[in-house]
């Protein structure tokens, strides 16, 4: 008997997830499972650069480790030992306000201040922005409804200051979202909790912090490997045996057939019983066009455009100590770059590189920071680092510029609802699932949730077994 056929279409971290959990059954042969990939190479958004000895990240550079899923992968495929901290001596980062860099307080969490004591001696906020800040603590609770814009309640609770100064630098590194269109319920749903009780965000987050195991204070908060993200993507690739990869496969469109779904591409097309749609959102809305008004939900979900500006440096053209993982830029600081990582200080390398690794951000949601090109998006990323950093000396080692068309899916306010009418419609297509960072979670644990989420619901449509955990 032929075993039942799957396939997964897109090859970033999330398919890749969803065909690495098939994988033990296809390897049986009680399974047909083939990945199909739109461009010429694996891993979609994570991308790694090996240049003047250094690593230089397109895309992501950090796993997240309270959710253990990437941490959990990369062991499961054999990288485990070259997994690597935050290096201990250059934790925190700076923000960059009113022409200085200034330490990020401590006990922020997605951007809202947890502890007193950090918010009220930084010199970031004002005064009147402190004590409007604190005034969560006694103000009366602000009606949130089903879903609220993450700005309005933070500048509810807390005032302009914080939402400015703090949550909107710190959250557009995750989302690069505009937070007057950022849902609460799909990004920080706890925020909506404590806000209907006990009304008070900072008293919220201080009861949650108190209720969570400790994080040992030794241990980073974040890991990546020493080689490079997309080392992740080529071990899960290399084992996934008795799946073919087809790479330059872009999927036009998934129809129903008579035993299950057509799978279009331009290079064929094939029937099978179940099919995971790991593409962004934009995409997955034009393969799905076909099967009803429902598909259109998809396209509602708006990806911003993204540019990183590598650039290596010898250590002595810098102009100060890089003694932190980077700094975050304020909306209103009439900058464009949006942050900076320094590269080689931010990880514990065990072969630090010989030079000054930095990345720098460009691009935010509702504004479109690819219309420049690569030699003004260099030039702008360098402008803006000297205005921060001081007149950098000579001339780079090596620069690099990755444009990143559709780069961040916002999950706007209303994501929730529009998630649960996806899932309502799938229902009436099974063998067809969903999956990826513009649906659950942007970052890479998310998407492996996601994608293994996905592969098993497969299973269970199929009436196969789960492999292990
Ligand atoms: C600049 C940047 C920095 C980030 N930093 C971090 C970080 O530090 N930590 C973190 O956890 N996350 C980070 N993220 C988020 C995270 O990297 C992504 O959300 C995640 O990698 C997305 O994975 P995915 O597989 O869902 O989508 P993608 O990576 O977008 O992969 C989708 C794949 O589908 C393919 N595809 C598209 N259309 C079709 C089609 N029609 N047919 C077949 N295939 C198709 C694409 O070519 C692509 O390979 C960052 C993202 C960006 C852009």
Known sequence: MTPPKVVVVGGGITGLAAAWRLEPLARAGRLEVELWEASERLGGAIRSYAVAGAV???????????????????EAVGLGGELIPIHPQHRGSYLYHAGRLHPIPEGLEAGIPTRLGPLWRSPLLSLWGKLRAVGDLVRPPVPVGDDMALGELLRRRFGREVVTRLAEPLLSG????????????????????WARKPGSLLAGAAAARRARPRPSAAQSPFLTLAGGLEGLVRAVAARLSGIPVVLSRPVVAVEPAP??????????????????????????????????????????IPYTNL?????????????????????LVPRDEGLRITA?????????????????????????????ILREDDAALLAIARADLERVLGRFRGDPVWTGVFRLPRALPQYTVGHRQRLDQLRAALTRHPGLYLAGAGYDGVGIPDCIRQGQAAADAVLAHLGLPRPGP
């Not at 540019?307 to 102009?319: L, Q």
């Open 56 to 74: 230089v990240e397109g895309g992501p550079d950090s796993l997240l480790r309270r959710k253990p899923e990437a941490e959990r992968l990369a």
């Open 340 to 368: 900076c990582t320094f590269v080689h200080a931010k990880w514990a390398y065990p072969e630090p590189p010989p030079h000054a690794v930095l990345r720098v951000f460009l691009g935010r949601a509702g504004t479109d």
């Open 307 to 327: 540019a990183v500006v590598g650039m290596i440096w010898p250590h002595d053209a810098v102009p100060r100590p890089l003694d932190r993982t980077g700094f």
């Open 259 to 300: 035993a299950g779904w057509r799978v279009r591409s331009e290079g064929g097309e094939t029937v099978a019983q179940a099919v995971i749609v790991a593409a962004p959102a934009w995409a997955a809305a034009a393969i799905l066009h076909g099967l009803g008004a429902w598909s259109g939900l998809l396209a509602e």
């Open 174 to 193: 995750v989302y690069a979202g505009d937070l007057n269109t950022l849902s609460t319920a799909a990004t920080f749903p706890q925020f909506l909790e």
